[in-house]
């Protein structure tokens, strides 16, 4: 039986369910969301889980304000809850007749802006929270001897599945057939009519593509078919949390600025499957090593500060930073280099002077930390993810 690893996100979600009537815990698929659920109510008799791909458990629905009446004590929790739209507008007729807190727990795989145009009428009723695939964080937390080290983390991804693997190869057959049943099963549930094989072609040109900024009208002649289907296609990526697009920074500047987002794969391990790259020495000789840790990066350091907005800042002439991350008048940096001596590009003085930033760092594969006198710290991901705990 495989370990369960505690998470980041335990903390907000029985804070939400002592707050809200519903709490929504929205995910990609196989991250951990029934595990993180199952095992935060395993203490209360008074739970009642349905799992929406489960034809008994929808049979108990035929009749649902029959069944949510006399079920009205408990906890229900619904998994895979995009599967029942048709039920949103009945949860707020049942939470208005009872406000209490911790009435719906609902479990999705789509992302909240996806379960928003069901859940309008749950508004100020419903408490959102994301969890992502198992963090470096995470996994230090649980066993700091064996991910002392991101490169495992980093090569396998954050899938529970993959991640605890007993071997690179058992973790890339399950990403593998991840992929397959993504594509096969999963989009058409999620309403979307777009053929597996169109769809895998665009995600692993999305592959080549990732940590670059988005050229639809490129893609879509590769992929011979228009600007806006690509838009379509990279929608549903990211809607079901596979694809993140980052936005680029605005700032006041006489220089010219990218306008478009970069787009990465938000799991790292997904990410090298599609490019068919299957053990860590593979990925240290491969020509996306460096977006790939630049993507890497980005996820475990986003997860870390929910709350804070993130994006990029590129200028027409090729100054840029990495990553951005914005909360109020606050503002940090971050470079990705995948090299134990990581060295910055010549305009990287001038780009801090624009951004202004209260910390900026540089995150590379080092063992120590040390400052540059440009204002910025050269650190290892570990380093940095421990002083973001006392910003956050």
């Known amino acids: 039986m495989q370990r369960y690893v505690r998470r980041d996100a335990e903390e907000e979600l029985a804070q939400s ?21 199952r095992r935060l109510v395993a203490d209360r008799a008074d739970t009642l889980f349905l ?58 795989s789509a992302s909240q802006e996806l379960i928003r145009q069901s859940s309008e009428t749950l508004a100020g009723r419903i408490h959102y929270v994301e969890l992502t695939p198992l ?43 991840f992929i397959r049943t993504f594509l096969e099963r999963d989009i058409p549930q999620f309403g979307f009519k777009v053929p597996a094989r169109t769809m895998r072609r665009f995600w692993t040109m999305l592959a080549h593509y990732h940590g670059q900024t988005l050229n639809a009208s ?15 296609y990279l929608d549903i990526l990211e809607q079901t949390y596979m694809v993140r697009a980052l936005p680029p920074v605005m700032v006041n500047t006489k220089k010219r600025l990218v306008k478009s987002p970069k787009v990465y794969l938000r799991d790292s391990g ?7 790259i299957a053990e860590l020495d593979g990925l240290l000789g491969h020509p ?56 910055v590009s010549r305009g990287f003085p001038g780009t801090l002077e624009v951004l202004r930033p209260d910390r900026a760092w540089i995150i590379g594969l080092v063992n120590e930390p040390y400052p540059l ?11 940095v993810l421990e002083d973001l705990s006392d910003l956050d």
């Open 17 to 37: 369910l002592r707050s809200f009537p519903v709490t929504a815990l929205l995910g990609p698929r196989q991250c951990g969301k029934s595990t993180l659920a």
């Open 51 to 108: 799992d929406l791909e489960r034809p008994s458990d929808l049979r108990k629905l035929d009749d649902p304000e029959f069944f949510f009446h006399t079920q009205r004590e408990k906890l229900i929790c619904l998994d895979e809850v995009q599967r029942g739209p048709e039920l949103f507008p009945l949860l707020r007729v049942m939470v208005d007749a009872d406000r209490r807190p911790g009435r719906f727990l609902l479990l999705g």
């Open 135 to 177: 963090t470096y964080s995470e996994l230090i937390a649980d066993d700091a001897q064996h991910y002392q080290e991101p490169l495992g983390p980093w090569n396998r991804g954050g899938f529970p599945d993959s991640v605890l693997a007993r071997s690179d190869q058992a973790s890339l057959t399950w990403r593998m057939d």
């Open 218 to 232: 490129k893609l879509g002649q590769a992929l011979d078919v228009s600007h806006p289907t690509i838009r379509s």
């Open 270 to 276: 997904i990410l090298h499957a599609l490019l068919e």
């Open 288 to 343: 996306v090593v460096g977006a790939s840790w630049e993507g890497f990066c980005i996820e475990q350091i986003t997860a870390r500060m929910r709350g804070w907005r993130a994006g990029f800042y590129r200028t027409s002439s090729g100054e840029e930073m990495d990553l951005v991350l914005e909360r109020g008048r606050k503002r940090l940096v971050f470079e990705f280099k995948a090299s134990m001596s990581p060295r």
């Open 373 to 383: 006198r440009i204002g910025a710290v050269v650190a290892n991901l570990r380093t």
